[in-house]
């Protein structure tokens, strides 16, 4: 059975940092990649940041760039996702996924979910 078991998350205020971590259980990684994604009330979808198992490649959302950093621990199949500088417009569920590849290697559709973390930061 797969499970995607995440920890993290909270309530911060604008400036400050929260570090979510996400490992997982009865399934491969290799040619897939694991990451995050996040929910609002009144926004769509956000993709936030992945990492490529096989290639170590990493994409962030682009109100992620230089904020958030995407690691990886490939003994545990987790992956950690620090945020910093963070502010009111992150606030959000954050949901770590594994999603397949397409053709060029870049992530395409989601597989996996896990049960997501709430992340406020107030100002």
């Known amino acids: 059975q797969v499970r995607l078991a995440e920890t993290g998350g909270g309530m911060v205020q604008t400036g400050e940092s929260l570090r979510l971590s996400c490992e997982a259980s009865?399934?491969?990684?290799?040619?897939?990649?694991m990451g995050w994604l996040r929910e609002a009330p009144g926004r769509e979808r956000e993709f936030v940041a992945m990492v490529v198992w096989r290639s170590d490649i990493i994409h962030y959302g682009e109100f992620a760039k230089g904020r958030f950093t995407i690691s990886r621990d490939n003994a545990k199949n987790a992956v950690y996702l620090q945020m910093t500088s963070l502010k009111p417009e992150d606030s959000a569920h954050y949901y770590c996924?594994?999603?397949?590849?397409?053709?060029?290697?870049?992530?395409?559709?989601?597989?996996?979910w896990g049960q997501g973390n709430l992340v406020i930061v107030y100002s």
């Open positions: 009865g399934r491969t990684l290799e040619n897939h990649a």
């Open positions: 996924v594994v999603m397949a590849l397409d053709e060029a290697g870049k992530p395409h559709d989601i597989e996996d």
